[in-house]
């Protein structure tokens, strides 16, 4: 198979874009390294994958790109991630998520591809009420606190329009907080990074809010496996993708403390607005009509983790 990663040198992306090389597909990524690395693709590269620099918001570059080299699969993880950024700068949120996502979407159906695989947001798309009692599941209504989620959300309607419309073949997954090897722990998403990388440094964390607020971590070798099981089946519309389980930031903390061999005595800092309270996706229906399910726990990963970023 041919397949085409945006976002491919992302945290999540370089895990992907591994996977694919590992089972003898054809790579190209498209990635303008604002946020991804190219550290992470060093091993991709030098196994046949490609790198094209661009911006997924640039019309003309995601054309050219798809026209090339028509991929078989695209993989959209492309994207504008920080819930500040969008808060403050609602426009350029919108632009990347959105702009770019049609973009994706409508060089792909003229170059005749196949399947495109779309990582959207479970944590922030669905919002939260005192009313509501996760595990949320994809009939929950959406009600996003922060234009990131609402642009993820309107990123996916794009999705379905183009499947209607053109007979697109696409499906969104709706992400639990993933975490793993390789993610920015100084970016605003990566809480499990940003942990990890104070206590082996010997730094404070700092918890926002009272530490109270909950979110569903899924290690990203299951959202990898999650990707290659969508993009294989023929299933159309929306998939949460998460373990169910609610985690707490206090007790995430002590167990990444754990993990590190260190004490997690956090600092405590004001709630952040923008900022879902509570929140884990039920994923049935992936395991239905994707055949995919959580396999790692949140002690397993968090080990798997913390090694890595110790170099272990």
Excluded at 21 to 36: F, I, K
């Amino acid at each position: 198979m041919r397949a085409l990663v945006t976002g491919g040198a992302g945290f999540i992306g370089s895990h992907l874009v591994d996977t694919l090389l590992e089972r003898g597909d054809e790579v190209e990524v498209l990635d303008d390294l604002s946020t991804g690395r190219r550290e992470n693709l060093t091993a991709a590269l030098e196994a046949g994958a490609k790198l094209v620099e661009a911006d997924v918001s640039d019309e003309s570059s995601v054309a050219g790109t798809i026209e090339s080299r028509p991929p078989d699969a695209i993989f959209h993880l492309a994207g504008q991630m920080d819930v500040r950024v969008s808060v403050s700068d609602p426009f350029f949120d919108a632009r990347v998520n959105v702009g770019g996502t049609i973009n994706v979407l409508d060089a792909a159906r003229q170059a005749g591809t196949g399947r495109v695989v779309f990582a959207s947001t479970g944590g922030a798309i669905y919002g939260e009420g005192d009313w509501r009692d996760p595990p949320l599941d994809e009939s929950a209504e959406v009600l996003p606190d922060a234009p990131y989620g609402q642009s993820k959300y309107a990123a996916e309607g794009y999705l379905s329009v183009y499947n209607r419309l053109y007979d697109l073949s696409t499906v969104s997954l709706r992400l639990g907080n993933v975490y793993g090897p390789r993610q920015d722990q100084f970016g605003e998403a990566g809480v499990v990074a940003i942990f990890c990388g104070a206590l082996l440094e010997g730094r404070t964390p700092r918890v926002f809010g009272d530490g109270h607020q909950t979110r569903d971590y899924v290690y990203v070798g299951d959202i990898v496996e999650a990707m290659l099981a969508a993009a294989a089946a023929d299933a159309v519309g929306t998939f949460n993708v998460g373990t169910g389980i609610e985690t707490s930031v206090l007790e995430l903390g002590r167990m990444i403390g754990e993990a590190c061999e260190r004490p997690f005595e956090p600092e405590m800092a004001p709630h952040r607005p923008g900022e879902v309270q509570r929140i884990a996706i039920e994923s049935s229906k992936a395991e239905r009509e994707l055949g995919w399910k959580a396999a790692t726990s949140v002690t397993d990963g968090l080990k798997r983790t913390a090694d890595a970023f110790a170099g272990r």
